[in-house]
């Protein structure tokens, strides 16, 4: 079974920048997918982005496209969500999940690293 666990939330001023890392436990990440998602204070969880572990492809949601970006380090078994240009409108809880690859559902996540974009 894989564990993840996120880091590397916190306060970041508006423009500023963060990068949130997602650490993986237990069996290989080949044939999985990684996918990133917040949910803001009163809002419905929304996905981020996503990288296949395998071939390292990934999708962005439109909001984040050329701010956001998701990657993976095979040897550290772990991935990342560089985030630049932060917006206010970017605070959340930040998530990281896992699905087999062909899946339609999500059904491993981490705990969640608060985000917030504030002067």
């Known amino acids: 079974q894989v564990q993840l666990v996120e880091s590397g939330g916190g306060l970041v001023q508006p423009g500023g920048s963060l990068r949130l890392s997602c650490a993986a436990s237990?069996?290989?990440?080949?044939?999985?997918?990684i996918g990133w998602f917040r949910q803001a204070l009163g809002k419905e969880r929304e996905f981020v982005a996503a990288?296949?572990?395998?071939?390292?492809?990934?999708a962005y949601v439109d909001s984040v496209k050329g701010r956001f970006v998701v990657s993976r380090d095979a040897d550290r078994k772990t991935a990342f969500l560089q985030m630049y240009s932060l917006k206010p409108e970017d605070t959340a809880v930040y998530y990281c999940?896992?699905?087999?690859?062909?899946?339609?559902?999500?059904?491993?996540w981490g705990q969640g690293t608060q985000v917030t974009v504030s002067s």
């Open positions: 237990g069996r290989t990440l080949t044939n999985y997918v």
């Open positions: 999940a896992a699905k087999f690859r062909g899946s339609t559902e999500y059904v491993i």
């Open positions: 990288i296949t572990w395998g071939e390292s492809r990934t």
